[in-house]
């Protein structure tokens, strides 16, 4: 069933025409996402399809009983009202029907025979509508929303002008979901979310019942929820069926298919057009005229509107020595809240590093203290030799907003008139865009323009505080695209998992525990905490009662025994085996090298020295969590097979 259908729509600001003649259907239940760049229409898209502007021309049909839920709609909210207050007002015409049923339990119950019947009537009607907008399970959903997206209880009572903007937009997104419409809009949802609560959001639009369609420049979020692509571009709405990742690639092909064609077609219609104008005079004239009337009949092919890619100039960066960064017993609060403490940590040359966590966690706050723009309360802070650093922020600060942006970089560098206007070209700077007020440019022109300040400067060490905030996907794959190839050590504060996944080699985790260390990109980090949880189940279940007989195990014990596949563990102790020798080969290789290195007194010998013992550290933790797990397999394996 079609949920949502636009045909032939059309719209334009004054004389200037945003889109013409889109078409589209969105089925019941499937989950879309609408990309584009910046500027194609996709918002002005979204408030056509809930009339908040006006079509040109055009129909939008929807679903008979269809309710339509926008994110930018703004709710209003009463600010001296507690948070949980406010989420239950968004039920307001399910209270009412809660009120009104009461109302008639009590009339029920004080009524006469004759008006019995009547109440009962009108109290089942109410009931079976109540129990279709889940009037039951109201305060359970508002909790598990509200949770999801990383407020937790002691939020409930706060009122609502004690939060901050960014997570009154999170209660926004949260009020919109409660009331789970069948037809989801939402415009950048995970502005504002940790990867916690981009986590539990992608799990929750996985499985919604409902329609979703979704503007984000989030490109992980987008591979993991929705399963088709619309994009708009130069006017132009073209589906792709699959996720980003799969759009990526039958875009490709559809593009190198149209160069081919389009290719083909000229050759064709050069050597046609050179036939005519060979013959127009002459015995051959009429097969001249004949040849240049089915030629004006012929469907012309576009060629590829591909867009300009930045070309950066990959600067040389002198050599540092091999530790970049250390770090010993680092500690700082704010007042009473300790925001880290007794950090030890090393960044290697060439090391290429990414800092996650959750929101408030101190991951700007650790960045800015290695700068030295936050006081440490304790412990050292310490560059290595010949390291140049430069930081990028995201308030842009080496930015000046009152220059032009010609001027920014001819009197902020070392560049004359020439070289500054071919490196500005080079970040998609045309000549119209010289004279322009830096202050006046988008956000993804300003991140262009101030990730050239920072590379003019030819740090070797370059650290970023999310460097992908309000950029779309054409901004951050030039930054990926020049992160990708520099020469130098990188240490990136993101929540941007994709940008993360194609820049960084190891990740710092903030976690209850302090920070962890993780030897690869966020899906590496991912896959270990996935490894991790299963670990801990598998623990968990394998345990018996301590005190009982091996032969009276405890019936809840016998029951998860029971829940546990034999082949399942068959293969978990296989590949614990197989794990465990390769973790041992690779174990007996670093201590190997940790005594050749303990050999030699140099400064990089020093440095790699500290390499292998991390390395060394690093392979014994994981050794003993896969001899626990194949342990407590084994054990349980051995259980089942003589119960």
């Not at 994110?71 to 399910?94: G, P, W, Y």
Request: hydrophobic share 35%; with cysteine; proline share 2%.
């Amino acid at each position: 069933m079609i949920a949502l259908q636009g045909t032939n729509l059309s719209h334009a600001y004054i004389v200037e025409p945003t889109f013409e003649h889109l078409s589209f259907a969105i089925q019941a239940g499937e989950k879309i996402g609408l990309i584009g760049p910046n500027g194609a229409g996709k918002t002005t898209l979204f408030k056509c399809l809930t009339g908040e502007l006006a079509l040109e021309s055009g129909q939008i049909s929807l679903a008979r009983d269809c309710s339509m839920g926008y994110l930018e709609q703004r709710i209003d909210f009463k600010s001296n009202t507690s948070l949980l207050d406010s989420m239950m007002a968004v039920f307001e015409d399910v209270l009412a029907m809660r009120q009104r049923m009461s109302a008639l339990e009590h009339d029920m119950s004080a009524a006469s025979e004759d008006k019995l019947a009547s109440i009962y009537e009108t109290y089942a009607e109410l009931t079976h509508e109540y129990e279709r907008l889940g009037g039951y399970s109201v305060e359970s959903r508002v909790k598990g929303v509200v949770q999801g997206l990383g407020f937790s209880e002691a939020d409930y009572d706060r009122p609502l002008d004690t939060f901050s903007g960014g997570e009154r937009t999170r209660l926004e997104l949260a009020a919109l979901l409660v009331r789970e419409p069948d037809i989801l809009l939402l415009d950048e949802p995970t502005n504002h979310l940790d990867l916690n609560a981009l986590e539990w959001l992608e799990t929750y639009l996985k499985n919604y019942r409902g329609s979703l369609l979704l503007i984000s420049h989030d490109r992980y979020f987008l591979d993991q929820v929705v399963t088709r692509i619309l994009e708009l571009d130069h006017g132009v709405l073209t589906s792709y069926t699959g996720n980003y990742s799969r759009y990526l690639l039958l875009k490709a092909e559809a593009e190198a298919a149209q160069e081919k064609a389009f290719a083909s077609q000229q050759k064709m219609l050069a050597k046609e057009q050179a036939y005519i104008e060979k013959n127009r005079a002459g015995r051959m004239a009429k097969q001249a005229r004949g040849r240049e009337k089915k030629l004006a009949r012929i469907e012309l092919i576009n060629n590829v509107q591909s867009q300009k890619k930045a070309h950066l100039r990959q600067f040389d960066v002198d050599t540092s020595a091999k530790i970049v960064l250390d770090i010993q017993d680092l500690s700082k609060s704010f007042g009473a809240e300790t925001v880290f403490h007794d950090l030890n940590l090393t960044v290697f040359r060439q090391d290429r590093i990414g800092i996650i966590g959750p929101n408030g966690c101190g991951k700007s706050t650790l960045l800015k203290t290695i700068i030295g723009q936050l006081p440490a309360d304790g412990g050292d802070v310490a560059f290595g030799s010949r390291v140049q650093w430069a930081y990028y922020d995201q308030e842009q600060s080496r930015l000046n907003f009152d220059s032009t942006v010609l001027d920014q970089v001819l009197y902020n560098s070392y560049l004359d008139l020439p070289e500054s206007r071919a490196e500005l070209a080079k970040m998609l700077f045309t000549e119209n865009d010289w004279e322009k007020r830096v202050g006046s440019l988008s956000g993804g022109e300003k991140a262009r323009l101030s990730l050239l300040m920072l590379l003019l400067e030819q740090p070797n060490f370059i650290i970023m505080d999310e460097p992908t905030n309000h950029l779309d996907i054409a901004s951050k794959r030039i930054m990926e695209d020049y992160l990708q190839t520099y020469k130098g050590t990188l240490l990136i504060v993101s929540h941007d998992r994709y940008f993360l996944d194609q820049v960084t080699e190891k990740t710092w985790a903030f976690e209850e525990q302090g920070i962890q260390i993780y030897y690869g990109n966020y899906s590496y980090y991912r896959e270990k905490k996935a490894e991790q949880r299963e670990m801990e189940a598998l623990k968990t279940a394998s345990l018996t009662a301590p005190d009982a007989p091996h032969h009276q195990s405890s019936p809840t014990a016998k029951t998860t025994k029971r829940n546990i596949s034999k082949s399942k563990l068959r293969k978990t102790i296989a590949d614990c085996e197989l794990a465990i020798a390769e973790k041992e080969a690779a174990l007996a290789d670093a201590e190997e090298a940790l005594l050749t290195a303990a050999k030699d007194y140099t400064e990089d010998a020093l440095a790699t020295y500290e390499a292998h013992v991390q390395q060394k550290e690093l392979l014994e933790a994981e050794l003993e969590e896969l001899y626990q797990t194949w342990s407590h397999s084994s054990d349980l394996l051995e259980e089942l097979t003589h119960e």
